[in-house]
């Protein structure tokens, strides 16, 4: 699975931006997705992670209620809403996918990443 984000951006605190993770070949449906972000100087972090038919999904503690994972198995594309931005949300954020079942959300869970996208948010 090849995977491509893109969306990011340079926001105000408060805003909103929508992230998305193209996939390329015909097994997209069968893994768990998830986004992780690495901010300057620190490690990389999950932010959310759904299942492969988008059942289940988890979430960090620091987004609940602010971010939303979606994704459209029929356009092998997996979605990262991020509303009531903050600037401790500044990051690169980095789209994954996942083989094991049920749905993880620790890093090595994931076999496949991205390139990453940039997501600045000004105070």
């Known amino acids: 699975v090849q995977l491509q984000a893109s969306g990011g951006g340079l926001v105000q605190a408060g805003g909103s931006l929508r992230l998305s993770c193209a996939a390329s070949?015909?097994?997209?449906?069968?893994?768990?997705m998830g986004w992780f972000r690495q901010a300057p100087g620190k490690e990389r972090e999950f932010v959310a992670a759904?299942?492969?038919?988008?059942?289940?999904?988890q979430y960090a503690d620091s987004v609940k209620g602010r971010f939303t994972i979606s994704r459209d198995n029929a356009k092998n594309v997996v979605f990262l809403q991020m509303n009531s931005l903050k600037p401790e949300d500044t990051a690169i954020y980095y789209c994954?996918?996942?083989?094991?079942?049920?749905?993880?959300?620790?890093?090595?869970?994931?076999?496949?990443w991205g390139q990453g996208t940039l997501v600045t948010v000004s105070s």
């Open positions: 759904i299942s492969y038919l988008g059942g289940v999904s």
């Open positions: 994954a996918a996942s083989p094991f079942r049920p749905l993880r959300t620790d890093h090595d869970a994931f076999d496949f």
């Open positions: 070949g015909r097994t997209f449906a069968t893994y768990g």
